[in-house]
């Protein structure tokens, strides 16, 4: 598995937007496809957030994972955000959002961050085994979400 800059891969750009929106549109029901999609465009940087990565096996998409500076507009104090973590589904539970999350860390210190956050609506289990601690029990536009946070060592 490779896991690269979506900088150099925007032609994956119309395929993240239908994931994204096929699995988070009930989050942001404003949102069109092509909002989605242009939201993802903006985090084509390699030095600074937004930034995301894109993880391949042999020319194919598995998933992406990013960095935003906000990703609930009701939490505007807490920043920057690890967003985004997706995997296909034919490729979940190989290993392949815990290579993206630990790139995203990875980068995450490169830039200085110190600490990031995160929110899940059903996956706090699955950050908790990567060192994830929760920070607080929410709604999330009316559905249930967890705040979590991880400090970045520098």
Not at 31 to 46: S, W
Not at 69 to 83: F, K, S
Request: charge should be negative; charged fraction near 25%; glycine fraction near 6%.
């Amino acid at each position: 598995m490779d896991i690269a800059y979506l900088a150099d891969h925007k032609e994956v750009i119309p395929t993240l937007a239908r994931w994204f929106y096929q699995e988070w549109a009930y989050l942001h029901p404003d949102r069109t496809p092509e909002d989605v999609a242009r939201l993802i465009g903006e985090r084509t940087n390699t030095t600074k957030i937004p930034v995301a990565l894109v993880a391949f096996e042999g020319g194919e998409l598995l998933g992406t994972v990013c960095l935003k500076v906000h990703d609930m507009d009701t939490r505007l104090d807490l920043t920057p955000w690890l967003a985004g973590l997706y995997v296909a589904a034919p490729w979940r539970r190989k290993g392949i959002g815990t290579a993206l999350v630990s790139a995203i860390e990875k980068k995450a210190h490169e830039i200085q961050v110190e600490k990031l956050y995160l929110f899940t609506p059903e996956s706090e289990g699955f950050y908790s085994r990567l060192g994830w601690h929760v920070y607080e029990r929410t709604e999330y536009h009316g559905y249930p979400a967890t705040i979590m946070e991880k400090k970045i060592i520098l």
